[in-house]
C-alpha cells in the first residue's frame, strides 16, 4: 500500500491561511470518509487534529479545518501561528490493506 | 486523563527478538482498540498492528507479518508488541495509541492518544 501523496512543505507568515493536500486513490480518500490529520513537533508523539475529514477533536483550535474532494483531502489551518510549526500527516482508511495508510507529511514553516 | 507508557526498547542484534509494552491508565482499556505506530528516523508514520477492543481481531502491516505479533491483556491494562526476526529496517521509534472512540471494531478509527515512543534500534 502505497503512502498518500502529500506536499513536502508548506509555508506562510503569521496570520495568514496556509492548506496541505493529501492525495490518494477510490481505494482510500476517495471511497471513505476516514481521513484524518495528525500534527508532530519534533520529538514528540503527533497528536490527531482532524478526524472523519471534518471532525475535530476536544480541545481543538477551530483555526484547523477538514475537507475533502474526489482522491483528495485538505487541511486548512487559519490565523497562522509560530507553534503551528511542525510536521503534518495525513490518513486513511483504505480498502487495500487491513491497517489505514499514512501520507507523506508536510513540513510547515511559519515565516 | 489518558496516559500510554511505552517500554522495551533497545538495542538489538538482526535475528533477535524484543517484546514492547504499553501500559495504559486513565480510562476503561478494556473498551478500546489499541495501535502501534513506528517512525524511523527522519522518516514518516507507519501502521504496525491494530488489535480490536476485545482482542478479536488483529491487523498487520505487510513488512512485520509472519514476525510481529501484537497482544493485550485487559486485566493488566496493558498492550504489547513481541518481534521476532529483527531487521536494521525495523529500526524505529514505536508508539502505542489508543483509538479516538471506544468499542470501535473496524481499522477505520483513527488512534487519538499517543505515547512518548521506544526507541527500537537493530543492528549489529
Known amino acids: 500500500q502505497s503512502a498518500l501523496t502529500q506536499p513536502a512543505s508548506v509555508s506562510g507568515s503569521p496570520g495568514q491561511s496556509i492548506t496541505i493536500s493529501c492525495t490518494g486513490t477510490s481505494s482510500d480518500i476517495g471511497g471513505y470518509n476516514f481521513v484524518s490529520w495528525y500534527q508532530q513537533h519534533p520529538g514528540k508523539a503527533p497528536k490527531l487534529m482532524i478526524y472523519d475529514v471534518t471532525n475535530r477533536p476536544s480541545g481543538i483550535s477551530n483555526r484547523f479545518s477538514g475537507s475533502k474532494s474526489g482522491n483528495t483531502a485538505s487541511l486548512t489551518i487559519s490565523g497562522l501561528q509560530a507553534e503551528d510549526e511542525a510536521d503534518y500527516y495525513c490518513s486513511s482508511y483504505t480498502s487495500s490493506n487491513t491497517l489505514g495508510v499514512f501520507g507523506t507529511g508536510t513540513k510547515v514553516t511559519v515565516l | 486523563q489518558v496516559q500510554l507508557v511505552e517500554s522495551g526498547g533497545g538495542v538489538v542484534q538482526p535475528g533477535r527478538s524484543l517484546r514492547l509494552s504499553c501500559a495504559a491508565s486513565g480510562f476503561t482499556f478494556s473498551t478500546y482498540g489499541m495501535h502501534w505506530v513506528r517512525q524511523a528516523p527522519g522518516k514518516g508514520l507507519e501502521w504496525v498492528a491494530v488489535?480490536?477492543?476485545?482482542?478479536?481481531?488483529?491487523y498487520y502491516a505487510d513488512p512485520v507479518k509472519g514476525r510481529f505479533t501484537i497482544s493485550r491483556d485487559n486485566s493488566k491494562n496493558t498492550l504489547y508488541l513481541q518481534m521476532n526476526s529483527l531487521r536494521a529496517e525495523d529500526t524505529a521509534v514505536y508508539y502505542c495509541?489508543?483509538?479516538?472512540?471506544?468499542?470501535?471494531?473496524?481499522?477505520?478509527?483513527?488512534?487519538?492518544?499517543w505515547g512518548q515512543g521506544t526507541p527500537v534500534t537493530v543492528s549489529s
Open positions: 495509541a489508543r483509538d479516538y472512540i471506544g468499542y470501535c471494531g473496524s481499522t477505520s478509527c483513527p488512534p487519538e492518544y
Open positions: 488489535i480490536w477492543y476485545d482482542g478479536t481481531n488483529k
